[in-house]
C-alpha cells in the first residue's frame, strides 16, 4: 500500500475516485452509529448492579454512627471521605465529597473563585478585571466551556507527549497575574491519552505565578482507568506540592462517573487544608450537604483502592478490545497512507485522531452523513476553533464491539476521503 | 395564674426567686437535647426506607427508555418531571430537577444571576453595582445567608399573618431597580408558620419591579407538608402571575428533603418556559446532568402527588403530638403569664415564639446551659441581628417526644425567666 503523501496527482485522483465509490456504498446502508461522547457502554454499568441491591439497613447510618438519611456531613461522610484518600492517595482531611458530578465541582470552583476569591487570593477574580485561563489542547471541551461561559480568556497551550508545554506554562503564570489557572487531565487525557511525565508534574509543581491566586485544576478524571497491562504512572501532584511548599496552588477533581455510574456517581474534590477549610465555608452556604446515602453506597461496594482496582479490571477487559478494534483498524486503513498519527493509550476513554490539515471538519461531516456521529471537529480546542482543523476524539467506549466495527470501518474511509479531497485540490 | 405583666414590683421578685429556683434544678440534672433545626426524626425516615429496597432493574431505565446509570438528561428524567409537576400544579417543561438539595439551587440560581444575568435582564446582576434582596422577617436564616455571603443589603420586611407586608414590598420593588430579588417560603413559612393569603400571592403576581431581572424565590419548602386535618391552601403564583403576564418573574423551589430524605432527596426549580429553557443552557455548562436513578426511586416510591399525600400522612402522626406538646406547654405554662405569643401552624416544622423584648438571647443561653440547644436567637433574621432580640425558632420535630417533654418544660421555665429578668430590671 501507498502513502498518499508518495502519490502523484494521477495515482490521487484514481484513489479519490476509488474511495469515494467505497464511501458511497457504505452511505447507502442505513445506520445510526455514535462514538461522540466518552460514555460508558451499558455492560460497564451492568457491573455496578450490585451497588443498587445492597441491604437498606446498611445504608441508614456511617460508621461513626450518624444517620445518613437526614442533613448534615456538607463536606461528605468519613468512610467516603477515606475511600477517595485511598485512590488518590491523599488523607481524609484533603477531601470533600461532592454531588454527581465533578464538573459541577469544578464549575462551583470557578464561580467560587470569581465571586468570593481563594484562599490566600487578596481579592475576588471577578474583581480583578479581564482574566485568562490556560488550556492545553487539545483537551476536554466541558472544560473549556466554564471558563468562556464565564468570559475567560483562553489560551491555547501545545499538550506534548510529556504533557502541556511547561515552557510556555511557565511563561504565562509566571509574568501575568490575569492567568488565574489552568485545566488539566494529567492521567490518559482526554482526548490525547497521554500521562503528565514526572518532569511536567513537577514543572507544574515548582510554578511561581505572578497571581497570589492562581489555581491548578487537575482533573484526574482517569486516575484508576488503565485498561492495558502497563498501566501509566502518574506523580502524585501533592507530593510535588509538598517539596515546594506550593500544596495551595491545585485542586485535584476525580468522580465515580466512569466508576460506577455515569448518571449517579460521586465525586471529589480534594486539595490542601488551607483549601479546604476555605471552600468548606463557602460550600456550607450552598448545601446542607451532598448525598450521603449514595456516598455509602459506593463505601460498600467499593471498599478500598484495591476494591475499585478489581472492579477497574472488569471494566478494562470491556474497553480494551474495543480500542484495539480501533487502533487496529487504523493501523490497517490509515498508517499506510501517512495521513495521520494517534496515540496508543493505556488508559481513559478517546483517542485523539490527528489528520492533515483541514480535513477534520470535513471528515465528521462525511461520517455524519452516512449515519455516525462524531464530537463535533474543533471540540477539544476553546471556542471550539481548532486552528488546523486536524484533530478528531474518537471514542469508542459506548458503541457495541459490532456496531464499532462499522463505525470505524466507515471513519477510516471518511478520513481517507477528506484527505484526498484536501491532497487533490 | 397571674400576667407577669399585671404584677407589681413585689410580686415580680418573688416570682423571680421561685423561677430561677426552678431554673437551678431543672439545670443540676444533667441532659442533651437538641431544638435546634428543623430536622425530620429518625421515625421519619424510616418512613421512606423501602424506596431503598427497590428492585435494581426499575431502577436502571427511564419509562422512555433512557439509560439512568448514564449521563445525560441535565434537566431530568420525564417521570420525577411529571411528578414535581402533579405536586406543585403545573407542566412538566416548567420543572427541572436538580440534585438533593433545594438550597443549592437557589443559591446556584443566585449565582448565575449575577454572573450570567437571568432571562429578559439587560446584564448580569453583578455589573449593576450595590445590590439589595428583600428578606421577610423573621424568615431562614440559610436563604439570608446567601444572599449576605455575595453582598446583597438586606432589607427586613415585616411577615404579616397574611405574608410579607406588601405595601413595604411593592415601595422597595417598584421604585428601586436595585432590588433584585425576594425571599419567601409561602406555605407553612420558616418561622412563622403562616401561610400567604391568596391577597398576597397577587399582589406579589402583580407588581411591577422597577428592575427588568427582579425575581421572586419562591421556596414551597412545606408545600405538601400540612400536619393537621385542615390543611391551609396557598394560591399557586403562577396561576396568579399568568393573570398579570408576570410569569417570568418567579422562581419557585421545592424538594423531597423533608419527604423522604433530608440526606438524599431530589430538588427541583419550578419556572416559566422562558426562564427554564435560559437556566437549562446554563446550567448544561455546569453539570451533564443530575442523578437519575435517585430520580426514579422517588418516582416509584412516591408514584404521584396522590402518593406523596398519603405518606405526608404517615408525617404529620408523627409530626403532630409533638407540635401539640410545644403549644400545650406553651398554653399552659406562657399563655397566663403574657409574656409571648407565638403561631398554631397548622403544618411546616416550626413555632415562632415572640418574647418580650430583649429576652431572646438570654432565654436561648439559658437553654443551652442546661442542655437545651435551640436555634441561636437572631437566627430567623438577616446577619442574624434581632432588632428586638424577642424571637425564638422553636424546631420540634427532631427530638423524640418524650425528650420533647423535656425540652419544652425547660425552656418554658427559662422563657419565664428571662421575661421576670427584664421586667425586673
Same mark, same amino acid.
Given at each position: ?7 502523484d ?17 457504505l452511505k ?15 455492560t460497564?454499568?451492568d ?12 445504608l441508614?447510618?456511617?460508621?461513626k ?9 456538607p463536606t ?24 454527581q ?9 470557578v464561580?467560587r ?16 478585571g ?10 476536554y471541551?466541558?472544560?473549556f466551556?466554564i ?18 508545554d511547561?515552557?510556555m ?14 485545566w ?10 497521554i500521562t ?9 509543581a ?9 489555581r ?13 497491562e502497563?498501566d ?9 506540592c ?6 495551595d ?5 476525580a468522580s465515580?462517573?466512569?466508576?460506577t455510574f455515569?448518571g449517579?456517581g ?5 486539595a ?11 460550600m ?28 477497574m ?6 474497553v480494551r478490545?474495543k ?5 487496529g ?19 481513559g476513554?478517546?483517542?485523539?485522531? =490527528?489528520g ?5 471538519t470535513? @471528515? $465528521? #461531516?462525511?461520517?455524519?452523513? %452516512?449515519?455516525? *456521529? &462524531? !464530537?463535533?471537529?474543533g ?13 478528531i476524539?474518537?471514542?469508542?467506549t459506548?458503541?457495541?464491539?459490532? =456496531? ?7 471513519f @477510516? $474511509? #471518511?478520513?481517507r476521503?477528506? %484527505?484526498l479531497? *484536501? &491532497? !487533490?485540490?
Amino acid at each position: 500500500m501507498k502513502s498518499y503523501l508518495d502519490m502523484d496527482k494521477k495515482e490521487l485522483a484514481a484513489e479519490l475516485e476509488a474511495v469515494r465509490m467505497q464511501y458511497e456504498a457504505l452511505k447507502a446502508v442505513p445506520r445510526k452509529l455514535d462514538m461522540s461522547r466518552g460514555k460508558p457502554n451499558p455492560t460497564q454499568l451492568d457491573l455496578s448492579m450490585d451497588m443498587l441491591a445492597l441491604d437498606p439497613a446498611s445504608l441508614a447510618h456511617t460508621a461513626k454512627g450518624t444517620d445518613a438519611r437526614n442533613y448534615g456531613e456538607p463536606t461528605g461522610t468519613e468512610e467516603c471521605k477515606a475511600l477517595f484518600a485511598d485512590v488518590l492517595g491523599l488523607e481524609p482531611k484533603n477531601i470533600i465529597v461532592g454531588g454527581q458530578s465533578s464538573l459541577n465541582l469544578m464549575y462551583d470552583s470557578v464561580v467560587r473563585a470569581l465571586l468570593l476569591g481563594v484562599y490566600g487570593g487578596s481579592k475576588p477574580w471577578g474583581q480583578q478585571g479581564p482574566l485568562k485561563f490556560l488550556c492545553p489542547v487539545p483537551g476536554y471541551d466541558r472544560h473549556f466551556a466554564i471558563t468562556a461561559e464565564f468570559g475567560f480568556e483562553l489560551i491555547n497551550i501545545p499538550l506534548l507527549p510529556t504533557g502541556p508545554d511547561m515552557d510556555m506554562v511557565k511563561k504565562y503564570v509566571e509574568s501575568d497575574p490575569a492567568v488565574k489557572g489552568m485545566w488539566c487531565v494529567p492521567k490518559y487525557s482526554n482526548p490525547s491519552g497521554i500521562t503528565y511525565s514526572d518532569e511536567t508534574v513537577r514543572a507544574i509543581a515548582a510554578l511561581k505565578p505572578a497571581a497570589d491566586d492562581f489555581r491548578v485544576f487537575w482533573d484526574n478524571a482517569y486516575c484508576v482507568h488503565g485498561f492495558e497491562e502497563q498501566d501509566d504512572a502518574l506523580l502524585n501532584i501533592f507530593d510535588a506540592c509538598r517539596e515546594q511548599g506550593s500544596e495551595d496552588m491545585v485542586y485535584e477533581f476525580a468522580s465515580t462517573s466512569k466508576i460506577t455510574f455515569g448518571g449517579a456517581g460521586v465525586s471529589v474534590l480534594a486539595a490542601s487544608e488551607n483549601n479546604i477549610k476555605f471552600i468548606a465555608r463557602q460550600m456550607g452556604v450552598q448545601t446542607i450537604g451532598h448525598d450521603k446515602i449514595n456516598q455509602l453506597r459506593h463505601v460498600h461496594f467499593l471498599k478500598d483502592a484495591a476494591g475499585v482496582r478489581a472492579h477497574m479490571k472488569k471494566h478494562a477487559a470491556i474497553v480494551r478490545p474495543k480500542f484495539q478494534c480501533v487502533l487496529g483498524a487504523l493501523d490497517a486503513e490509515i498508517a499506510p497512507r501517512g495521513i495521520a498519527k494517534w496515540n496508543r493509550p493505556h488508559g481513559g476513554y478517546f483517542v485523539a485522531y =490527528e489528520g492533515l490539515p483541514g480535513t477534520a471538519t470535513r @471528515c $465528521v #461531516a462525511l461520517c455524519k452523513e %452516512a449515519g455516525l *456521529v &462524531l !464530537t463535533p471537529a474543533g471540540a477539544p480546542f476553546p471556542h471550539g476553533k481548532d486552528p488546523q482543523d486536524n484533530v478528531i476524539r474518537i471514542a469508542p467506549t459506548f458503541p457495541s464491539l459490532s =456496531e464499532l466495527e462499522q463505525a470505524v470501518e466507515l471513519f @477510516c $474511509v #471518511a478520513a481517507r476521503l477528506a %484527505a484526498l479531497e *484536501v &491532497l !487533490t485540490k
